[in-house]
């Protein structure tokens, strides 16, 4: 039997592009929740097949939803930081005592308020850190990352996405003083600034040795997102060192090497 999230995203989707119905889709298969099928096109009709219309997940989340089961951690075992809990994955990992899915406000798919950029928790305190697609919204992102790197365990892994438009190589932070709504133009709704891949240095910068996962086109086209990194941050490289060897994604930790896998 079909979910009211199933009936409701396809009755969003058709209401904002009836013309969906009439193109050409290949199934696609969802990673947050199992499902395979036809996909729903976004607000934007420029995103076509953007929603699994079962779990209502977007590129950004079926892109760590696979990193995760590449990466194959023991999740119930683990003492979590997620931030700004997607809410496919703060369902799958509330039930752990030790996960903490914290966002900067009281939201139902959060179970603590969390400021990253002040991380009200002890040196060392998690072994896994999720943080996809947040830190771009963040004013001091150094502060932020600096913060992930206290109290994030020796042996620890943070996992990092972010927009890179097109895979550009260099960031672009608007000058001091700029309007918002200037800014938001440039940049995006809420966004404060523009990422290329030399964010590798801003990881670096905060005490982070860097891996870089790029997955398959094959990969990409099954289960519909985008090409964009996905970043694996540790205090040991050697904690990088254990995923090197996957046939899935390759890893890098220096700036020259990460410009030149994309």
Known sequence: ?????????????????????????????????????????????????????????????????????????????????????????????????????????????????????????????????VCNHVLEHVPDDMRALKECARVLDANGLAIFTIPVPDNRLESWDPPEGMPKDQVEEICGWDHKRIYGLDVVNRFMAAGFEVGVAWFTAEQEESHRF??????????????????SNSAVFTLARKREDLLNTH
Request: some cysteine; proline content about 6%.
């Open 1 to 129: 039997m079909r979910s009211f999230t199933y009936y409701k995203e396809w009755l969003r989707g058709t209401w904002r592009d009836p013309a969906q119905h009439f193109q050409k889709r290949k199934a696609r298969t969802c990673p947050c929740c199992g499902y395979r099928g036809l996909f729903v096109s976004a607000k934007r009709r420029s995103v076509r097949e953007f929603r699994c219309p079962n779990c209502a997940s977007r590129p950004r989340d079926r892109q760590i939803a696979l990193m995760l089961d590449v990466l194959d951690l023991d999740l119930g075992a683990l003492r979590i930081m997620h931030f700004a809990p997607e809410w496919w994955l703060f369902k799958r990992l509330r039930s752990n005592p030790r996960y903490v899915g914290g966002d900067i406000l009281k939201r139902p798919n959060a179970n603590a308020i969390v400021d990253i950029t002040d991380i009200r928790f002890p040196d060392k305190s998690f072994d896994l850190i």
């Open 226 to 243: 985008f090409k964009e990194p996905v970043f694996l941050l540790a205090h040991d490289a050697k904690e990088l060192d254990r995923w």
